[in-house]
């Protein structure tokens, strides 16, 4: 098996994409020890492709509760009884706060995550102005993720230097309606190609521990690389209690691991970012930048705690990595 791994890596170092079946083969992987191999193999691909820098972004969660679908993961779904914290969308005042403090601790990117299906009507108009008011005082990037939106509502969006835009596609095509009903796979694909269609990057990824098979993980990573995505988010489920995914089993460490690894092999350019539920991955997730990862979202997540901006700053100078600089 070792050998096989590192057939792969020279492949991806000499600009090949790696096959399904040869992805497959890698996820079959069951014993520790070459579980390591392809996390330093993975490491060594990102390093050849990304060097050493990390990105840090941070979100804030700037509309809470009573959304409409039914994701059986969420704590802010109408459908679950959960105790999250509702509120409607929060002030200019309250976003450029925190977007400043965040700015000055050295984060990269800024983003307004919203509860809902997509955001329309008043509530898009206000977003506007927020995010008007913070290109305006400041240099940090933004991002924004605010649901299933369309091509002028995008457009708008980067008119207002938004250059990036989030939305996750959770899981495989396959998998997906075990997941979520109330809206379908491709109303979320339609969404990734309308930002992609007005300019802006996207920050496209997944739920990992949701009870799929590694396969239908190696599925999404080639869906991401067929859409171009540039930045990966990787959750591991953070099972909320009054969800029906609130009893869903843990998955061990290796196989975090190993999920990491191959998302790079699949994506050697692309950022992939620790993402909710770091709290389920030891020491916050540090193992993962030895095995492929390069970015990560700090500081308070949306229902569950993360890691602080300077632990997330102190861990990334003990890997011999650097956070990249804004500007």
Not at 94 to 114: H, I, P, Y
């Amino acid at each position: 098996m070792r050998k096989f791994i590192k057939s792969i890596e020279e492949k991806v170092l000499e600009g090949q994409i790696i096959s399904y079946d040869e992805a497959i083969k890698l996820a079959d992987i069951k014993q520790k020890d070459d579980i390591e191999e392809l996390c330093k193999s993975a490491n060594k691909v990102r390093k050849y492709f990304c060097g050493t820098e990390v990105d840090l972004c941070t979100i804030m969660n700037a509309k809470s509760g009573r959304c409409t679908e039914n994701c059986k993961f969420c704590a802010q779904s109408a459908h679950y009884k959960t105790n999250v914290k509702e509120y409607e969308l929060v002030s200019t005042e309250d976003a450029l706060k925190l977007a400043k403090e965040n700015e000055k601790e050295g984060v990269n990117r800024f983003s307004l995550v919203t509860s809902g299906r997509g955001q329309t009507g008043s509530d898009f108009e206000k977003i506007l102005d927020i995010y008007e008011k913070l290109k305006k005082e400041m240099k940090i990037d933004l991002c924004a993720s605010l649901g299933i939106l369309g091509y002028e509502q995008m457009h708008r969006l980067r008119e207002k230097g938004i250059t990036m835009y989030h939305h996750n596609l959770e899981t495989s095509r396959e998998y997906y309606d075990n997941i979520c009903t109330t809206h379908s796979y491709d109303e979320r694909i339609d969404t990734i190609n309308a930002a992609k269609k007005a300019g802006m990057i996207i920050c496209c990824g997944g739920i990992i521990g949701l009870g799929e098979s590694m396969v239908d993980r190696v599925k999404l990573a080639f869906q991401l690389r067929d859409l171009g995505v540039k930045s990966i988010p990787v959750n591991v489920l953070n099972p909320i209690k009054g969800t029906p995914l609130e009893n869903a089993e843990s998955l061990s460490q290796d196989e975090i691991l190993k999920t990491i690894a191959i998302i790079r092999f699949v994506n050697p350019k692309a950022y992939i970012r620790l993402a909710g539920g770091r709290n389920r991955i030891d020491e916050f997730g540090k193992n993962c930048f030895n095995a492929g990862a390069n970015a990560t979202i700090t500081g308070n997540y949306l229902t569950t705690s993360g890691n602080k901006i300077k632990d997330d700053k102190k861990m990334v100078s003990e890997l011999n990595m650097e956070v990249r600089k804004n500007g």
